[in-house]
């Protein structure tokens, strides 16, 4: 399983191979509006991530849950002796080599996508409370529970599905599925299934992000965020702004 | 400062003057070969040559051929660890593994750290004294190996060498002794007492020669037979062993002829010689002058000088001096020597066999630390040492089994039931997984006034009921207490039953809320406690304020990782806690410099105070505090580490 990535700021993403049993793939996305409390937004997520990583090293990891990945690394924040601030949004997803079969975690509003001969097989739901607020970990400052959301590890979605050689997995931040509209990322998505050259796959990436990038500063262009922000009543044209970050994957087995 | 580094050793604190916390780990070698394959093998040496595999060898010379080296696999047991049983932070598996952070040097939690550091826990006021002093050798900190445990290194020069007080990640890499046995677990025992501040552990690295496991039994056989006495041991390597074949009454009869002699002569050799040199001595001393030898020696002495006299002997040397004659025998072996027992400086030797011989000799045992006895190996049989309590157990007042892992649940059960005069029960890191044992004969007992359940898991219900029923508790440990007990519920019944309590440690218990805080304030006696990473209410409103209020004579107040803390908090501890001597404020964020210089100056027997993760201090500040105010103070800042 190849993977590739493309990080910002506020994100963290991770491939992981772990005795070449099962892969992992995960990102996570720190809400910035943590600047104004002086707390740095992509430590958070940087945590969860990095946890993530050292938590599939150990013994008791369950692949078929990674769900537990989330929950642990929400525990461990709290065993940290300089207290870690923020909150994130986070997706994981564990390949299982022996049953070819795909276990994912996904709370909040980054995603993934599976797309087999030119359509898209699987798709993640965006988990929010409201428009553009997200389900996310957080971990508040002492004295302001109370007006952060906090939601608890169990809300993640869990999903689980098998795939077949030349799946096409992307995992990504909502700052690529609020401006490329599908269908547009399925054309991009359809060409490199079943590739497993990695330098390919990183260019594809790379213009992935790219796209990603450009349409979000893109006054005018009906964005998939924009037709969102219209359903709930609020007038928005053009692309949002925000980090990229991007997972590209193709299964070989 | 805390460090990183590759292994150290320095946890654990034993001396003949001070209280000891004990604390090690065994670990677990498995498996992680580094690249060597063994293809040819020589049968007498054991030494095998591999083919491919680049070696990193330890002391830079090339031994490349049959050198393997391997990070450890597994933890089989800890003492103590400062972080949660489940958690990946400071917890005893990152010990597993290459190395994380070193050679960088900090404060990072994905290295092993031990709970407690240097002497200021044997300062507290729940400090424990020592059972059976004398048995304690003056050697703190070893490192063994197992199954037939052999000590690999001794640190002798602990207390002779100056401290030393590094700033950057160190190797440590002792000068093991040599041994033909093969291993793939090894036992640290750390010696805390000099170490400034937390010391961490990323790795432990084990390096020797690949072992033909051919030779394994016989290598395994000559360990066994050294073990044995020493004249087995010369029977065994006898060179007149007859040759019993054929012929074998032929044989025997020359061997009874002509070789018995020899034998014999051998075994007396010794005897021989330094008879020899004794009746030289005294043919010359007589030669010499008229001396007056006196006639009267140590068997003429009255029974109870020999019984003061013995009480000095530690439990090896009792045993030895036992062997010399029939008069020694029966002094050492009254009763009155065996009323304090302590088998932890014994670990690698207690045994089945030992607690029954000692069980005929011990009729009045007061005092019984069995702490360590039976790790790994399982040379104690639960059987054995619940016929031991149900025999000796009524006498005892004071009960360690910290770190044992022969206790079931019928162990514990006679517990309850046999030793009701109990005062103290230690029963530290006593939790097996999967957890069998029901404690709930513990009930029974009414007479405790120390209580440690340091690490072990226990029911919420039982603890609860124990509290009800012991009065006159004093000291109590619930530190690494599990999710299921709630520590509200605990402050509710200690308030109302426990109020002579003089310590009381909570750290990383599940969670005591500010209504709990201000329950605990009933008991005035209260001298020393910590609430670290215990306390998790945002804010602590006037808890703490009412608790310092009720509770003037503390002594040791430990808030780490309380975030809730304000400025006013900080100001009821300067102005409400005149006693205080050690005070831990670590990872408490927000509070201003003026509060921690308030504390300093109105607390004058403070002796120490842990800013670490603090903000709004300098180092400048810290050594300027430390000095006017002859306080140590800890504070150290952590590399930004998660990029």
Not at chain 1, 92 to 117: C, H, K, P, Q, W
Not at chain 2, 224 to 235: D, H, M, P, V
Request: net charge negative; with cysteine.
């Amino acid at each position: 399983m190849y993977g590739l990535t493309k990080g910002t700021a506020e994100e963290e993403e991770e491939e992981e191979k772990n005795d070449l049993m099962y892969h992992e793939i995960r990102v996570a996305d720190g809400v910035g509006g943590w600047r104004s409390y002086g707390i740095d937004p992509g430590e958070f997520s940087s945590f969860l991530m990095k946890t993530c990583e050292r938590l599939v090293h150990c013994v008791n990891f369950n692949p078929q849950r990674p769900v537990n990945l989330l929950a642990y690394s929400y525990c461990e924040l709290l065993e940290q002796k300089k207290p870690i601030l923020g909150s994130s949004t986070a997706c994981v997803l564990v390949l299982n080599r022996e049953n070819s079969t795909v276990y994912t975690a996904n709370i909040g509003d980054s995603g993934f996508m599976v797309v087999r001969r030119g359509e898209i097989v699987h798709k993640s739901e965006e988990q929010q409370h409201y428009f553009n607020t997200p389900f996310q970990l957080s971990l508040p400052p002492p004295g302001h529970d109370h007006n952060v959301l906090s939601d608890s590890p169990d809300s993640a979605d869990t999903l689980s599905f098998p795939v077949k050689d030349g799946d096409v997995i992307l995992v990504a931040t909502d700052g690529v599925f609020d401006n490329v509209p599908e269908k547009l990322l399925l054309d991009m998505l359809k060409e490199v299934e079943g590739v497993t050259d990695p330098v390919k796959l990183q260019m594809t990436a790379n213009s992935l992000a790219l796209m990603a990038r450009s349409l979000s500063f893109d006054s005018d262009f009906m964005s998939p965020f924009a037709i969102n922000a219209r359903r709930n009543n609020i007038n928005a044209t053009g692309g949002k702004p925000d980090d990229i970050t991007v997972v590209l994957a193709t299964v070989a087995i | 400062m805390s460090q990183s580094s590759a292994t150290n050793s320095e946890d654990d604190s034993k001396t003949a003057n001070n209280e000891s916390v004990a604390v090690d780990s065994v670990i677990d070698f498995k498996g992680k070969h580094f690249g060597l394959e063994s293809t040819s093998q020589d049968s007498d040496d054991y030494l095998v040559s591999g083919s491919e595999g680049t070696m990193i060898d330890v002391e830079r010379f090339c031994h490349a051929d049959y050198r393997i080296e391997q990070y450890a696999h597994s933890v089989l047991d800890f003492s103590s660890q400062y972080g949660i049983d489940l958690s990946i932070s400071y917890t005893a598996p990152n010990i597993t593994g290459r190395p994380s952070k070193y050679p960088e040097y900090g404060d990072f939690p994905q290295t092993f750290a031990m709970r407690t550091y240097g002497a200021w826990w044997d300062r507290a006021p729940s400090r424990l004294k020592e059972i059976q002093p004398q048995n304690v050798s003056e050697i703190p900190a070893e490192d063994f190996i197992a199954k037939t445990w052999i000590c690999l290194w001794e640190d002798k020069e602990f207390y002779t060498k100056p401290i030393y007080s590094p700033s950057r990640a160190r190797r440590f890499t002792p000068p093991l002794k040599r041994i033909q046995l093969p291993t793939k677990t090894i036992r640290l025992e750390f010696n805390h007492q000099r170490l400034h501040y937390y010391t961490e552990i990323d790795a432990v690295l084990l390096s020797g020669k690949k072992f033909n496991t051919r030779n394994m039994q016989h290598l395994l056989d000559y360990y066994e037979r050294q073990r044995k006495g020493s004249i087995l041991c010369k029977l065994q390597n006898m060179k007149f062993r007859p040759i019993c074949r054929d012929n074998y009454q032929n044989r025997l009869q020359h061997f009874l002829m002509h070789d018995l002699d020899k034998f014999i002569s051998v075994l007396s050799d010794v005897q021989i010689q330094s008879m020899q040199r004794q009746q030289q001595q005294q043919l010359q001393s007589s030669n010499t002058d008229e001396m007056k030898i006196s006639k009267i020696g140590l068997k003429n002495m009255p029974f109870e000088i020999m019984l003061k006299i013995f009480s000095y002997l530690d439990l090896k040397s009792l045993f030895r001096v036992g062997a010399v004659s029939r008069f020694l025998y029966d002094v050492s072996t009254h009763p009155l020597l065996y009323s304090e027992l302590n088998l932890k400086p014994y670990w690698h030797l207690a045994s089945t066999e030992l607690l029954s011989t000692l069980a005929k000799r011990a009729t009045i045992l007061k005092k019984l630390d069995m702490s360590w006895c039976g790790c790994t190996v399982q040379t104690i049989s639960p059987t054995e040492f619940k016929k031991f309590i149900q025999q000796r157990g009524d006498s005892l007042t004071h009960l360690r089994l910290n770190s044992t892992k022969f206790l079931n649940a019928s162990c514990i059960d006679t517990l309850g039931i046999v030793c009701d005069n109990l005062k103290e029960l230690s029963l530290r890191n006593c939790s097996p997984s999967p957890p069998l044992l029901n404690f709930s004969c513990l009930a029974n007992l009414k007479n405790l006034e120390r209580l440690d359940l340091f690490q072990t898991v226990i029911e919420s219900d039982l603890l609860l009921t124990m509290l009800e029923n012991n009065p006159k508790l004093k000291h109590l440990n619930l530190a690494f207490c599990s999710v299921a007990v709630n520590m509200d519920d605990v402050a509710q019944h200690i308030a109302k039953y426990n109020k002579q309590l003089i310590s009381l440690d909570m750290w990383k218990a599940h969670f005591l809320s500010a209504q709990g805080l201000l329950v605990l304030s009933n008991c005035h006696n209260l001298e020393e406690i910590d609430f670290g990473w215990c306390l998790r209410e945002a804010s602590l409103g006037d808890s703490l304020r009412e608790f310092l209020t009720q509770c003037t004579k503390l002594k040791k107040l430990f808030l780490a990782a309380v975030r809730g803390l304000t400025d006013r908090d900080l100001e009821y501890i300067a102005n409400l806690c005149p006693n205080l001597e050690q005070l831990d404020l670590m990872g408490v964020l927000g509070i201003s410099k003026e509060r921690y210089i308030d504390i300093l100056q109105k607390c004058a027997k403070l002796q120490l105070l842990d800013l670490c993760f603090c903000d709004n201090i300098m180092d400048y500040d810290v050594a300027l505090w430390s000095r006017t105010f002859k306080v140590d103070i800890k504070s150290c800042q952590v590399p930004n580490d998660f990029r």
